[in-house]
């Protein structure tokens, strides 16, 4: 069965920065693409980064670009997501995917709450 599992996240006043952790078991992230995705109270769920498998490009969502950065470290199994310049708007609760065809894993999500 594969998991994964994210640490990290919690309370940051704006301007602060927070990493997020998402830790694969039972499969490697090196077969999928991955991202992250967030969801704010009343809100859609909505994509924020992601990294293709096949030749590593990367998209970040417009009100993030410049302020967050997609990690993978294939040698850990991990994937991260470092958030810089953190504004109260960036308050969700994110999520790590993994996919691919025929399969498709998410994360237990974690709160990330930007306030003074």
């Known amino acids: 069965e594969v998991q994964l599992v994210q640490s990290g996240g919690g309370l940051v006043q704006p301007g602060g920065s927070l990493r997020l952790s998402c830790a694969a078991s039972?499969?490697?992230?090196?077969?999928?693409?991955i991202g992250w995705y967030r969801q704010a109270p009343g809100k859609e769920r909505e994509g924020v980064s992601c990294?293709?498998?096949?030749?590593?490009?990367?998209y970040y969502a417009a009100s993030v670009k410049g302020r967050f950065t997609i990690y993978r470290d294939n040698a850990k199994n991990t994937v991260a997501l470092q958030m810089d310049s953190l504004k109260p708007e960036d308050t969700a609760v994110y999520y790590c995917?993994?996919?691919?065809?025929?399969?498709?894993?998410w994360g237990q999500g974690t709160q990330v709450t930007v306030s003074s």
């Open positions: 990294m293709s498998k096949s030749d590593g490009n990367i």
């Open positions: 039972g499969s490697t992230f090196d077969d999928y693409t």
């Open positions: 995917r993994g996919w691919g065809t025929g399969y498709d894993y």
